[in-house]
């Protein structure tokens, strides 16, 4: 069964780092997300991306976050200068129409020491 | 703005039992659709059961199923026959089909199923 693939699992990195989170989504999925989920909370959306553009993004989604889709497989979530508070699991999700369910990757949890 | 509520924040069941784990939601749009997702310790989110807004029936997937109650605007999730490997966080959410249909999820519900 197509999955979504995640990389990392689990990131450690150091404050003021950037880190550069990974996934493969399913392979005919045209709509791509970021989530995260801090400890014990609710997943809370990041970005929606579609047709090579961001569609959507939330107010969490500020200056130091960027999303790519270098080539037709990968979708990558970049922080570039990692704060405590990023400590979270991060979820990407794709769907294909966007009127059915989004299946999540298995997540990466990074850590900011 | 879409919102969702879950108001139980821990649920007990025996094993075999049935469980109802509720959920409402808010939204101004006529086109949406409610999901639920289970997050085990381990920490993915397994999507479990759709609903549409338009979908007359309640939506079941083998043991799950969606009570769903629109004028009430809520979207409860029925577990039948619950097992040991049912207990985790569960989490409903929404998408509503105007702009670009990001999920937004309720807090969830901790499920402990004892034997």
């Known amino acids: 069964e197509p999955e979504v693939t995640q990389t990392p699992s689990h990131q450690v990195t150091q404050m003021g780092q950037e880190v550069i989170l990974r996934c493969v989504p399913i392979?005919?999925?045209?709509?791509f997300y970021w989530y995260r989920q801090i400890l014990g909370q609710k997943v809370e959306f990041l970005v929606s991306?579609?047709?090579?553009?961001?569609?959507?993004k939330s107010e969490i989604f500020d200056d130091q976050f960027s999303v790519e889709r270098p080539d037709g497989s990968n979708f990558t979530l970049k922080i570039r200068s990692t704060k405590l508070e990023d400590s979270a699991m991060y979820f990407c999700?794709?769907?294909?129409?966007?009127?059915?369910?989004?299946?999540f990757g298995q997540g990466t949890r990074l850590t900011v020491v | 703005a879409q919102k969702i509520t879950q108001t139980q924040p821990g649920m007990f069941v025996q094993e075999k039992e049935a469980v109802t784990l509720d959920c409402t939601y808010d939204?101004?749009?006529?086109?949406?659709?409610l999901f639920w997702y289970k997050q085990p310790s381990s920490g993915e989110m397994i999507f479990l059961i759709y609903?549409?807004?338009?979908?007359?029936q309640n939506a079941t997937e083998g043991r799950y199923s969606l009570n769903f109650q629109k004028a009430r605007k809520s979207a409860n999730l029925v577990i039948s026959a619950s097992q040991l490997g049912d207990s985790a966080m569960y989490f409903c959410?929404?998408?509503?089909?105007?702009?670009?249909?990001?999920?937004?999820f309720g807090t969830g519900t901790r499920l402990l199923v004892s034997p």
């Open positions: 991306f579609y047709n090579n553009e961001i569609s959507e």
């Open positions: 609903q549409g807004s338009y979908d007359e």
């Open positions: 959410a929404m998408r509503e089909y105007t702009g670009f249909q990001k999920l937004v």
């Open positions: 392979s005919n999925h045209l709509y």
């Open positions: 939204t101004s749009d006529q086109s949406y659709g």
């Open positions: 999700a794709s769907s294909d129409r966007g009127r059915t369910e989004a299946f």
